[in-house]
């Protein structure tokens, strides 16, 4: 069966300081990839999503960026924080077409 | 802008009876649409999709779509105290339902 990772589970970082978030997936080949922020009290914004390696797509202009260095693996970026960035960082997979299903998240603070 | 409308609630429902949660979208080309379940501090968990007009059902959840509408519902029955979390809807616009776009979503909470 297909499994998710994500880590750090929970992260405090303060304003201007870089910011990486790694998200696996096992069980599958060449799945889609997302990158979801839920912010206090909103909801699930989408951020970048990927279909095959080096391939993303932003949906929100911002700080942050993706990678996708291997099949399984996507990375969010960012070279300095800001407050707006606090909130719970939501990885998800999905086949082609097909459902998405989320990984255990990031809470991450900005102090 | 596509959106994805719910009621915040808190909705509040005995245990035993039948909950019903509503969602509405404003895109009419949205294709697929989504009920996640999300308890406090944790992510989302899927429920059920549904992409054809009419009921699905899936053991004590039901997912109606009305695409006329733009209106989709999840009923649940027999509501357990378990069934206490925030549902999400969420719609997809293309057919390879790379973007959803998410409801803020309606908390429940079953009385026992």
């Known amino acids: 069966s297909q499994t998710i990772h994500q880590w750090p589970a929970t992260l405090v970082q303060p304003v201007g300081s870089p910011l990486s978030l790694e998200c696996t997936v096992e069980?599958?080949?060449?799945?889609?990839l997302y990158w979801y922020r839920q912010a206090a009290g909103r909801g699930l914004q989408l951020l970048f999503y990927?279909?095959?390696?080096?391939?993303i797509s932003s949906e929100v202009p911002q700080n942050l960026s993706a990678s996708r260095p291997q099949d399984r693996q996507f990375i969010l970026s960012s070279k300095k924080l800001l407050l707006s960035d606090s909130g719970f960082y939501l990885c998800a997979w999905s086949s082609a077409g097909g459902t998405q299903y989320f990984g255990p998240g990031t809470r991450l603070t900005v102090l | 802008q596509k959106e994805v409308e719910q009621n915040s609630g808190p909705l509040s429902v005995p245990e035993g009876a039948i909950a019903s949660l509503n969602c509405t979208y404003s895109d009419r080309g949205s294709q697929s649409f989504f009920w996640y379940r999300q308890y406090s501090g944790k992510s989302p968990e899927l429920i059920m999709f549904i992409y054809s007009n009419g009921d699905k059902e899936d053991g004590r959840f039901t997912a109606q779509l009305n695409k006329a509408s733009q209106y989709v519902s999840l009923l649940i029955r027999d509501s357990q105290p378990s069934d206490s979390a925030t549902y999400l809807c969420a719609a997809a616009s293309n057919f390879g339902n790379e973007k959803l776009t998410f409801g803020t979503g309606t908390r429940l909470t079953i009385i026992p």
């Open positions: 990927s279909v095959g390696i080096g391939q």
């Open positions: 069980g599958t080949s060449n799945p889609n």
